[in-house]
């Protein structure tokens, strides 16, 4: 195997960015790098760069942006940059004919510890099921979705009121670095791939919809103050205050007996504001309002008591 293999890099996020930044770091060789379209963003809908294009640009990477991973015109560009290997992180899903085009295959980092949560929100849904422990996995892209050979994990705890933003940041550095350790095996032929086993259906990762955000008060308040912290902070549960529509970001459990009937708004109006569940109540740390910004609660309430 090559010291040194040719490598083409795709991704799009900040999440990516670290991973491409511990690559260069390592020396390793990036001949190029794919991500997304520029696109217009925000209220001004001005058109922004996506942050790993930005990136290739501060270290004068060559970039490629396909509109369509099937296009002639992509295939020519990867050709062109004769990869021995690809790495994708946070990307779309490829077509076989660019997955399979490296002779080294196309390895992807994985923000789960495979099998278990393959699909597009690994970490908001290890978090809303309570799970202990996650991490990240590198392994060879293969026709199933997150199917492939694995070919190293690094185990990451869930404290209690980790929140999925806060996992995603540790997750990002430790997938770098599981990707730089993954390459140096791979080049001293120290790693050996392993297959998947099957994963329980009960253990897959959706993409989320609004559906999975709207809060059920009509459980445990441990599994409420999960959703909150898996969905934070964004796209944020969601939940209603006298019809209107609010996101909750920041919560505590209180093992209390509830005197109020299951999903009352409870408040005193100053200092704190609190839904009842069946074995307790979850007190929220802060709040979005319809039409507002994201404040702590005492700003809330100093505003609510005019609601009323």
Known sequence: MSASPKIVFMGTPAFAVASLKALLDAKMNVVGVVTAPDKPAGR???????????????????????????????????????PDLQIVVAFRMLPESIWSFPPMGTLNVHGSLLPKYRGAAPINWAIINGEKETGVTTFRLQHAIDTGDILLQERIPISPDMTAGALHDIMMEVGAQTLVRTLNGLISNSIQAKPQEDALPSAHAPKIF????????????????DLIRGLAPFPGAITKVDGKIVKLFSTSILHENTKEPIGSFVTDGKTYARFACIDGYIQLNDIQWEGKKRMPIADFLRGY???D
């Open 44 to 82: 001004g809908m001005q058109v922004q760069q996506s942050a790993v294009k930005q990136f290739a640009l501060e270290h004068q990477l060559p970039i490629a942006q396909p509109e369509k991973l099937k296009s002639p015109e992509f295939f020519a560009q990867i050709q062109a940059w004769q």
């Open 210 to 225: 609004t559906k999975d955000c709207e809060i059920n008060w009509q459980q445990h308040v441990v599994k409420v103050h």
């Open 305 to 307: 008591k005019k609601m």
